[in-house]
């Protein structure tokens, strides 16, 4: 028996049914609402597929990695993922997406658009997903803990990065002085420094830093901030880095060795001090006599000589000298310490300038 044909669905149905049952899964169920969210179809298989996202049906699953999908649609673009198919590029800087929306959001970024604000603090960002996570600095969520030091962060790619310290991870490597680092952010501000880039200034004193968090414990200096305090001599410091440095002078720690005569320092700076009197290097000049110094330190005790300062005195007979250095040699003379011996005869003098005096001595030199 010929059969009829579906004015809805163009297909040929039996008599008996009279495209009863082919217009309804065909034609669809009319404007029905959805119970729970309230959404409209016009089709059954919408409404049917809708529903199992509901109860939570997934009858759609990965063969590669076993996650299921409720509608069959979501199932292939998750293919895409395995296959690496992306087919979205961007026309600024080529980088390609698996789907359109994630290319939008790309593209919002190149544009600048930071629709998604922080209702606490104002920060905007360009995507939903950062806000979210930023809103958890806010409430103090921080549910991602390391199992080494005990730190918690409160994105787990904050603990991933954090765990490259421990393993000493360092992927990031510079072009011009070939020093790695950790991450990412830090290879960033180490080439400011090799750009000369200083964009964080001080408001009180106009200084700039290359890092932000230089700026941050500058300012510390102008408020009188000093939190880090040694246990042994009680001295104080903006910075714990400067704390640490202290403490290895008084555990006699110098990793610092001078290249040319192997003399060691407990800081960086009081080499970088020492190697201009290598090359020669004197940067201070006295304005009173013209003398010039390596060392700013040593042009102050200078002018103390120009000033007539002498604020190191001898507990012992009253004696008051300029330079720490001079009362330090004044006594060995009342303790009878020698520490300067002659290289040709061996006899010994407290002073280095009487030792000079007998070298003349010996090469014939009267004066």
Same mark, same amino acid.
Request: aromatic residues 4%; charged residues 25%; proline residues 1%.
């Given at each position: 028996?010929?059969?009829?044909?579906?004015?809805?669905?163009?297909?040929?149905? =039996?008599?008996?049914?009279?495209?009863?049952?082919?217009?309804?899964?065909?034609?669809?169920?009319?404007?029905?609402?959805?119970?729970?969210?309230?959404? !409209?179809?016009?089709?059954?298989?919408?409404?049917? =597929?809708?529903?199992?996202?509901?109860?939570?049906?997934?009858?759609?699953?990965?063969?590669? $990695?076993?996650?299921?999908?409720?509608?069959?649609?979501?199932?292939?673009?998750?293919?895409?993922?395995?296959?690496?198919?992306?087919?979205? &590029?961007?026309?600024? $800087?080529?980088?390609?997406?698996?789907?359109?929306?994630?290319?939008?959001? @790309?593209?919002?970024?190149?544009?600048?658009?930071?629709?998604?604000?922080?209702?606490?603090?104002?920060?905007?960002?360009?995507?939903?997903?950062?806000? &979210?996570?930023?809103?958890?600095?806010?409430?103090?969520?921080? /549910?991602?803990?390391?199992?080494?030091?005990?730190?918690?962060?409160?994105?787990? =790619?904050?603990?991933?990065?954090?765990?490259?310290?421990?393993?000493?991870?360092?992927?990031?490597?510079?072009?011009?002085?070939?020093?790695?680092? %950790?991450?990412?952010?830090?290879? =960033?501000?180490?080439?400011?420094?090799?750009?000369?880039?200083? /964009?964080?200034?001080?408001?009180?004193?106009?200084?700039?830093? %290359?890092?932000?968090?230089?700026?941050?414990?500058?300012?510390?200096?102008?408020?009188?901030?000093?939190?880090?305090?040694?246990?042994? $001599?009680?001295?104080?410091?903006?910075?714990?880095?400067?704390?640490?440095? @202290?403490?290895?002078? @008084?555990?006699?720690?110098?990793?610092?060795? $001078?290249?040319?005569?192997?003399?060691?320092? &407990?800081?960086?700076?009081?080499?970088?001090?020492?190697?201009?009197?290598?090359?020669? %290097?004197? /940067?201070?000049?006295?304005?009173?006599?013209?003398? !010039?110094?390596?060392?700013?330190?040593?042009?102050? /005790?200078?002018?103390?000589?120009?000033?007539?300062?002498?604020? @190191?005195?001898?507990?012992?007979?009253?004696?008051?000298?300029?330079?720490?250095?001079?009362?330090?040699?004044?006594?060995?003379?009342?303790?009878?310490?020698?520490?300067?011996?002659?290289?040709?005869?061996?006899? &010994?003098?407290?002073?280095?300038?009487?030792?000079?005096?007998?070298?003349?001595?010996?090469?014939?030199?009267?004066?």
């Amino acid at each position: 028996m010929k059969g009829h044909l579906c004015d809805i669905a163009k297909k040929p149905v =039996s008599p008996k049914v009279k495209c009863k049952l082919n217009a309804c899964e065909n034609a669809g169920i009319g404007n029905r609402n959805c119970d729970i969210c309230g959404k !409209s179809f016009n089709w059954k298989s919408q409404y049917k =597929s809708h529903m199992d996202i509901h109860i939570g049906a997934q009858k759609h699953q990965c063969d590669i $990695c076993g996650k299921a999908f409720s509608a069959k649609r979501n199932l292939e673009r998750h293919m895409d993922i395995h296959v690496g198919v992306k087919n979205h &590029t961007c026309d600024i $800087c080529g980088k390609a997406f698996i789907r359109k929306s994630y290319l939008s959001l @790309h593209m919002d970024m190149h544009a600048g658009n930071k629709n998604h604000k922080c209702d606490v603090c104002g920060k905007a960002f360009t995507r939903k997903a950062d806000l &979210t996570n930023h809103i958890k600095v806010h409430v103090g969520n921080k /549910n991602h803990e390391c199992d080494i030091c005990g730190n918690s962060f409160v994105h787990k =790619s904050s603990l991933d990065k954090h765990m490259d310290i421990h393993a000493g991870v360092k992927n990031h490597k510079c072009d011009i002085c070939g020093r790695a680092f %950790t991450q990412n952010g830090h290879l =960033s501000h180490h080439m400011d420094m090799h750009a000369g880039n200083k /964009n964080h200034k001080c408001d009180v004193c106009g200084k700039a830093f %290359t890092w932000k968090g230089d700026l941050t414990h500058h300012i510390k200096v102008h408020i009188g901030i000093k939190n880090h305090k040694c246990d042994i $001599c009680g001295n104080s410091f903006v910075k714990k880095s400067s704390l640490n440095k @202290h403490i290895d002078i @008084h555990a006699g720690v110098k990793n610092h060795k $001078c290249d040319i005569c192997g003399k060691a320092f &407990t800081q960086i700076r009081q080499l970088s001090l020492h190697m201009d009197m290598h090359v020669g %290097t004197k /940067n201070h000049k006295c304005d009173i006599c013209g003398n !010039s110094f390596v060392c700013k330190g040593t042009l102050n /005790n200078h002018m103390d000589i120009h000033a007539g300062v002498k604020n @190191h005195e001898c507990d012992i007979c009253g004696k008051a000298f300029t330079q720490k250095e001079h009362l330090k040699c004044h006594m060995d003379m009342h303790a009878g310490t020698k520490r300067h011996e002659c290289d040709i005869c061996g006899k &010994t003098f407290t002073q280095k300038g009487h030792l000079k005096s007998h070298m003349d001595m010996h090469a014939g030199n009267k004066k």
